[in-house]
């Protein structure tokens, strides 16, 4: 023990120790000084750091989560977000040691060799907590200051170029690589990552065939294992995607046969095994290659991608029907990888709206695809895009089915009518959950071809309330609401106490299956059953009146639909097959001009025979149509544009003249005008003002005579016609007192606002934004929107993705504008707002609409006041639309229409403003 003492207390231990002290508390500027604080720097602090970030690094390559449907990134980092909301890092044990222990030594070993050490710690600690700016300031200060020293100088400025990558300013991570690159040349190690990060840019920047010759650089002389297998797959995948399969099938195999994660070892088998069919040109057999996966226990969790592989296959060698067939079973089997099951219904949606030009279909999928699929996936807006424009279809296949629907039944015996309607309305109960609903109700709705035959009621689908659309439509609105809810008691309570949870279990959980309650829930049904039937009665076209617009109904739907398919999906053959189905049901219809020009148009090139034959049709039946002239010259409609636009400049000169009370003038502009272009649509207002300038200058008979004058030429006309009609009986009405008049109208109308001079711009006060948790959400308008699904599928929302907070708000207001922004601020809007004026009090006499002018930088703004809701506001909007091309004296392309509430209206202040406000609407309006 004593020997053990005395070599305990040896000398030079205590001389080390105190050394060692010394060296931890000193900081001088002296020889021995700067070695103790590299021995400590280099061992107390860099080493156990890097210790830490290799910890940090290993957990996250456990739990990061790839989707292997897109090319991985680089590193095991977030994708750089387009619309990135910058927000503090999140608090991390190991991390924040990270940049405790780099502050340490910058503070306290200010003399040792290890700033710039202690600085790249500190970029990389704020880097993988997402402080993405304060990491590249860090990284930035390291390469500045240490930039003699090559090794330090490139990987600071790799490690900056990805924080600016994942800000999303790639313009400027490129040219900090640029920089970086010139540096790496010199650099005789540590290439590996540099390499990598710039293989990164060149796939963000889609020059792949850069990216692949860098990653083969950086996996031949990296030294970090899993980092090379990464890099690997990304190779293989970026061959795959130029073609060059034979090198991707090669490098699927290494990753196959590596160390990889389970789940890059099964992806990078899943891919060899296509390649290797689509090399050697074999054809798929589902008993083996691909399906032999199936068989294997370690698989059953990958079960969704192996069928959604199998439809890739098929799909490359054009089996398009077994193609979809697989991505069937993969959405089936997608239970927990929500992402997998957007990809197999946007493969479907891409199979009917490509292969087959099944629209409808592929809309009700597009439709799923979009519910679920996250919004930073590629090509979203265009989904989205596809999933909106084909509801344009499905709305008009739908009205087309209920018209004829209600029209069979109206041709049925009165006495058997009734008993037919509630047959069919009555919800069929059945002792089945709800939740099993599944794709198998519209595996087969071949919608196109179904909706061009006559109604058969007992096949089914034909008639509304058996229509798979409807259907699926109904239950999508409802599950839009309510959410996935089974059918069962208190289905509108999402919790529920124990005793509602036992009486559930009591009852069968089912409540096809359940006692009904003496609550007179029963009797509520029967009374809105029995309500429901009567209206459906009542609207059957019984009379030839409603029978005619029942039939008006039908015909304008497929016209919308055949033009819908000419002009939007550029698919002329199922054009043609709309338009003859409705000269065949309608062979007399208001369309005719126009469906014999489509029909010529469609067939020149493809039926020259039958192009003539419609050509014919057209300048035989309709000689003095646009058609006609625009065949005979095609020129005509450039030429038949530009006289619009010198109609509406006409019209403005007239209406100055009529604000200026230069009357004489008023009524020659206008006889002038009305002479040289007779159809012209602004014929109606040219007679109008001319009507009120006589009224300023004779009796009340002149004024008599104009108004009846333009009753007669233009009963159709619904921006001037109703108004006339109005003042007519305010005339007739108080006739002996207008008699006695010596000018009929002795002066301006107190309720035409004035327009010699524009509205002053308001000063709209700035409102506090209402946090979002405390904004109730407006309920979306039911539409027909139809989602198929395997499953009722609930929204997925990712935690990754975050959306900026609109300074709009989408809750419910009590008082909502129609606006027309016009993107011009230099022109007068006089005579147009005149014609809003006059729409306004001819076709809502009753609601006190005023409107009002607002003047922005570049943009005005006439904005009709005011409706009590949204729905109110969307009738006027749908009434005045078609009418604004008459109204609106201004090009075409530079004004555009909306509904806003009052307090969003207040928050217009620019153009960018009123952009962002329509995206907002489209969002939270459908």
Known sequence: MKKHINKALNPSFFLVSLLFIYGCVANKDTALDRKFQNLTARYNYIYNSNVLLTEYNEGLLQSYTDNYEKILPVYLDPEPQINLVLTPGTANKQLDEVISKGQTIINDKSFSNYIDDAYMLLGKANYLKGNYFIASEYFDYTAKTYKSDLKTFVMAMNWKARSQMELNNMAVADKILDTMLRGVDDLKKDLAE??????????????????????????????????????????????????????????????????????????????????????????????????????????????????????????????????????????????????QKALSYLRIADLNFKEFNNYIKAKLYYDSTVMILPKNFPDY???????????????????????????????????????????????????????????????????PTQSLNAPQIGAGNTFYFNNNAAISSGFADFKKRWGN????????????????ENNQVMSGGNVATAIVPANGTETQISRD??????????????????????????????????????????DK??????????????????????????LYLNNQGVDQNKANEYRQLVLNKFPESGFAKTILDPSYSAKQSQMENIANNNYNVAFDAYARKDYPSVIKQANDNVSAFPDNDLAPQYAYL????????S??????????????????????????????????ANLAEFKLRPLALVDFDSKEPRFVSQAKPIDVPAKPLATENKTPVVEKPVDAEAKPIDKPI???????????????????????YYVIDVADATLTLSSSRFGIGQFNRGNYPDNDLAHKLIELDNDQLIYVTSFIDLEDAKIYESSITGQLKNIMKVPANIYKGFIISKENFEKLKTRELINEYLEFFKDNYK
Do not use: C
């Open 194 to 339: 540099p390499l990598a990060t710039t293989a990164q840019m060149r796939i963000y920047q889609n020059r792949n065939k850069e990216a692949i010759l860098l990653l083969q650089t950086a996996i031949r002389i990296a030294d970090e294992k899993q980092l090379r297998i990464r890099w690997q797959y990304i190779l293989a995948q970026l061959q795959e995607k130029e073609n060059d399969l034979q090198n991707a099938f090669i490098n699927y195999t290494k990753v196959e046969n590596s160390n990889a994660p389970f789940e890059m070892y099964f992806h990078a088998n899943l891919q060899r095994i296509k390649l290797k069919a689509l090399i050697s040109g074999y054809k798929l057999d589902e008993d083996k290659a691909l399906l032999a996966l199936l068989r294997d226990d370690k698989n059953f969790d990958y079960t969704d991608q192996i069928y959604y592989q199998v439809g890739e296959l098929f799909s490359k060698e054009g089996k398009f029907e077994k193609a979809e067939e697989n991505y069937y079973k993969s959405a089936q089997k997608s239970t927990k990888n929500q992402n």
């Open 381 to 447: 807006d265009n989904i989205v895009k596809k999933a909106n424009n084909l509801k344009y279809l499905t709305d008009r296949f739908t009205i087309i089915s209920k018209e004829d629907t209600a029209q069979f039944i109206a041709k049925l015996p009165a006495g058997e009518r009734e008993a037919k309607i509630k047959s069919y309305l009555t919800p069929k109960v059945e002792v089945v959950n709800t939740v099993a609903f599944n794709n198998q109700s519209i595996n087969n709705p071949d919608f």
């Open 485 to 500: 809810r089974q059918l069962e008691d208190n289905w509108r309570q999402s919790q529920r106490s124990s005793a509602q």
């Open 529 to 570: 059953q029995t309500s429901l039937e009567k209206q459906y009665l009542d609207a059957l076209p019984t009379t030839p009146a409603l029978l005619a617009s029942s039939d008006q109904k039908i015909i304008d739907a497929y016209f919308e639909i055949a033009s819908f398919y000419q002009q939007e999906l550029n």
């Open 573 to 598: 053959p199922e054009a043609n097959k709309i338009y003859i189905e409705l000269l065949r049901r309608y062979p007399d219809n208001n369309h005719l001009a126009a469906i014999y020009y489509s």
């Open 690 to 697: 001319k009507s009120i300038a006589v009224g300023r200058t």
């Open 699 to 732: 009796k009340v008979d002149a004024l008599l005579t104009e108004f009846n004058s333009i009753t007669t030429l233009y009963p159709n006309d619904m921006i001037v016609t109703p108004l006339v009609r109005d003042h007519l009986k305010y005339i007739e």
């Open 794 to 816: 609930e929204e997925v929302k990712p935690a990754d993705v975050v959306k900026p907070v609109s300074i709009f708000s989408a809750a419910k207001s009590e008082e909502y």
